[in-house]
């Protein structure tokens, strides 16, 4: 597997020799109570499966396709919930971020905080988000080629800040459509920090349907399993008791209760890799 340098979120560990981060939690906070009840789902499962666990869920849904579509409770009720997931259920908490205006507050909750694909080259956006000191999650833009990262890299080292995940979450294809080129997942690493892959996102058919995006949830754990097998050192998801029902993004996310299998799987797939890693060369060592 390619080399990142380990990063810190919270008490969490990312990077080349830690386990995989899983980022999960439902696309937007549709409700205070819904959202710690998926927060404490999630944690049970960490605590049952051994996972390191994020809990997101945004607070606003700025780039929804069609103007009219439920965006979420704001920032500063958003950020009360998230706060209260942080508080109570105990795990660390992220969000999106979409302007410099909400950097500040956004940082006093979240130990980590997320910049949308849209916006992975806002420079300012950037900047203030890598001046908090907090670790920073940057999604690769569907319009960018994984070596360009690069200069979103540079940019938080320009602020002292090394404390970066980089997101793979697929690539425009044509119209409606986007593809995965897991070799990204190396050649992100290859620019010193973990790569974290978009499993939900990566699904998407922007604008397929109009006045909304259209989706293949079944090829979510399929991609999962792909990334973790190419190297990434975590793995962002978007879970809901009743995706059908979610007011944003449902299609996309998998059923909560069908999570673990995967975690399970992906698991797996890791340890394999691990494994043959230690094991092939003290083969060569034991030939030579």
Not at 120 to 129: E, K
Not at 178 to 201: E, S
Not at 211 to 226: C, E, I, K, Q, S
């Amino acid at each position: 597997m390619a080399g990142s340098q380990p990063v810190r979120v919270g008490d969490r560990r990312c990077g080349a020799g830690s386990p995989l981060l899983w980022i999960a939690g439902p696309c937007v906070i549709e409700s205070h109570d819904l959202t710690l009840s998926i927060a404490e789902t999630l944690a049970g499962f960490s605590a049952k499966l051994g996972f390191q666990l994020i809990f997101k869920a945004s607070f606003d849904k700025a780039n929804r396709t069609s103007g009219k579509s439920f965006r979420g409770p704001g920032l500063q009720e958003g950020l009360k919930t998230l706060d209260a997931v942080r508080q109570k259920i105990g795990v660390p908490v992220t969000t999106d971020l979409h302007e410099t205006s909400q950097v500040e507050a956004v940082a006093q909750v979240c130990e980590l905080l997320q910049i949308p694909a849209f916006l992975a080259r806002q420079t300012d956006l950037v900047l203030a988000a890598g001046k908090t000191g907090r670790t920073v999650n940057i999604k690769k833009g569907q319009f960018m080629a994984p070596w360009d990262m690069k200069n979103v890299v540079s940019k938080m080292d320009e602020v002292g800040n090394p404390n970066l995940l980089l997101t793979e979450r697929g690539t425009t294809f044509g119209y409606g459509n986007l593809v995965n080129d897991m070799r990204a997942i190396p050649w992100m690493q290859d620019l010193g920090r973990p790569v974290i892959f978009d499993a939900t996102h990566s699904v998407q058919t922007p604008g397929s349907k109009g006045d909304r995006t259209g989706w293949d949830r079944r090829m979510v754990p399929y991609l999962a399993r792909a990334a973790v097998a190419a190297g990434c050192d975590g793995i962002f998801i978007e879970t809901h008791p009743r995706p059908d029902e979610a007011l944003s993004d449902g299609p996309n996310m998998i059923v909560l209760e069908d999570l673990p299998q995967l975690i399970q799987t992906c698991t797996r797939i890791r340890a394999a890799l691990e494994q043959a890693a230690h094991e092939i060369p003290n083969e060569r060592n034991a030939a030579a």
